[in-house]
Nanobody
Framework: AQFVESGGGLVQPGGSLRLSCQIS????????MGWYRQAPGKERELVAN???????RYADSVKGRFTIIRYNGKNTVDLQMSSLKEEDTAVYYC????????????????WGQGTEVVVSS
């Protein structure tokens, strides 16, 4: 499977953005999908993931500000981000994720290019 992220951009602190991930190809199984991010000089981290039936989890740093939305019929996973902070600046990626560990399920596809979010005044 392949994953194409879009929707990033430059936004002021306190602003909002909605990222979208289009999944192409087949993922053999109802795997959780996650949004990851990688800030300059830092390791990639999981910020949110969701099961196929809607159960979701969030990193403490984004809880209450980000919402992950999965549209199973459209093979799309969105990330609605609000009250953005400068520390949210990163390249954001979507990828299948292990629900328990939060680790990416690398055998299910290739990482996309990501979409860059810059939060700055």
């Amino acid at each position: 499977a392949q994953f194409v992220e879009s929707g990033g951009g430059l936004v002021q602190p306190g602003g909002s953005l909605r990222l979208s991930c289009q999944i192409s190809g087949d993922i053999d199984g109802p795997y959780p999908m996650g949004w990851y991010r990688q800030a300059p000089g830092k390791e990639r981290e999981l910020v949110a993931n969701t099961m196929t039936f809607g159960r979701s989890r969030y990193a403490d740093s984004v809880k209450g500000r980000f919402t992950i939305i999965r549209y199973n019929g459209k093979n799309t996973v969105d990330l609605q981000m609000s009250s953005l902070k400068e520390e949210d600046t990163a390249v954001y990626y979507c990828f299948p994720t292990d629900w328990t560990s939060g680790q990416p399920l690398s055998h299910l596809g290739s990482w996309g290019q990501g979409t860059e979010v810059v939060v700055s005044s």
